[in-house]
């Protein structure tokens, strides 16, 4: 009989917010810095699925086979795949066994071997329990053995002080899960509470550096966001890199340049209300040039601020954090943007400062 759920299968999403709460209502997880895995194992098959619903079983090999030796014989989970070094998280050890060798992938499996941590049991046997609310999920989770288990808790107090203590592990926020919510497939029902504020973007072009000539050195990279319509907007740029590491992008990032054929930000695709990259500004009288590249990589960035409304941009400069190899551009939209909130500026004026939405 086949598994109650089939891979591909959306993992459930979170949404930032600002602030762990002080009332109850949530389940409260670390934050794993790792790449999202679900699980499916049906007998002697067993397939790991990535956020992007790709398969990970060629990059991760350890990882099915000993999940092969210790999970019940029909199971679907939810969770993370981490490679730790040195008693932390290590994400860029992580992003180096996305490789396309064979004998690259065998010989970091045995040095950098990776881990699943499981957050979440979504199918045992024949029963499904994406209906089943988180606090009946988690019970259910708690009775595995042979796998690790996230920690967790109702106490926001708790959640609180793991905000701060686990982010010398190498971890990077709480994650909150509605007690009372079934698992939601592809939908912000969790609520994610990080460190600093990331975003995960677009890398759809480029500039090269004004003291260098073209194709020697990158000068800045250029971001972009998807709206809920599919419109592919340009939020931002990352631009502070050391000299040697401009002249190693270019190089790097040489392969993805394109004619601009069919790109979204050039000629016929784009469209009324766009925000693209190069325009006539106020503050500039020229366009700016810059070089298109095929929409195939995820950078994770930080920022402060947004502005402009909606679809808004970075306030300033972001900051290059890391590749995203286990990100399609495609998933890469607003919804995962710190919303600003906004205030009655007659409010502020009188000393009521009232948020509005």
């Not at 050890?93 to 950098?112: M, Q, Y």
């Not at 709206?227 to 190089?251: I, N, W, Y």
Request: charged letters at 25%; hydrophobic letters at 40%.
């Amino acid at each position: 009989m086949a598994l109650p759920l089939a891979a591909p299968l959306k993992p459930m999403l979170a949404k930032p917010a600002k602030a762990i709460p002080g009332s109850g209502g949530l389940l409260f997880e670390p934050k794993w810095d790792g790449f999202r895995c679900l699980v499916f194992r049906d007998g002697e098959e067993i397939s790991l699925q990535s956020r992007a619903e790709k398969p990970l079983n060629r990059y991760f090999p350890e990882v099915a086979t000993e999940l092969l030796a210790s999970l019940p014989e029909r199971i679907v989970l939810d969770g993370e795949l981490v490679v730790a070094r040195g008693g932390k998280l290590d994400f860029d050890a992580l992003t180096e066994r996305i490789h396309p060798a064979e004998s690259r992938v065998r010989l970091l499996a045995r040095e950098s071997p990776a881990q699943f941590v499981a957050f979440d049991l979504l199918a045992l046997g024949d029963e499904s329990f994406v209906d089943e609310p988180t606090s009946a999920r988690r019970a259910r989770l708690t009775q595995l053995s042979g796998v690790a288990l996230t920690p967790a808790t109702t106490d926001p107090a708790t959640a609180r002080h793991w905000f701060e203590l686990f982010e010398g592990a190498g971890l990077d926020g709480v994650i909150g899960k509605p007690l009372d919510e079934p698992y939601a497939p592809g939908k912000r029902i969790l609520v994610k509470y990080k460190h600093s504020r990331t975003a995960d973007c677009v890398l759809a072009g480029l500039r090269w550096h004004v003291d260098s000539a073209p194709g020697e050195a990158v000068g800045s990279l250029l971001l972009g966001l998807y709206d809920d319509e599919g419109l592919l907007h340009h939020v931002g740029v990352v631009g502070s890199f050391p000299a040697a590491r401009r002249r190693e992008l270019a190089t790097e990032l040489a392969p993805l340049i394109t004619g601009g054929e069919g790109h979204p930000w050039l000629g016929d695709a784009v469209r009324e209300g766009q925000r693209i990259p190069g325009g006539i500004t106020r503050w500039r009288s020229k366009e700016q040039p810059w070089v298109p590249l095929r929409l195939e990589r995820v950078a994770e960035v930080s920022y402060e601020h947004t502005e402009g409304g909606y679809p808004s941009r970075f306030r300033h400069t972001a900051q290059f954090g890391r590749w995203r190899p286990d990100r399609e551009p495609s998933s890469c939209g607003y919804a995962q943007l710190d919303e600003p909130a906004r205030y009655d500026l007659d409010a502020v004026f009188r000393g009521e400062v009232v948020r509005t939405r």
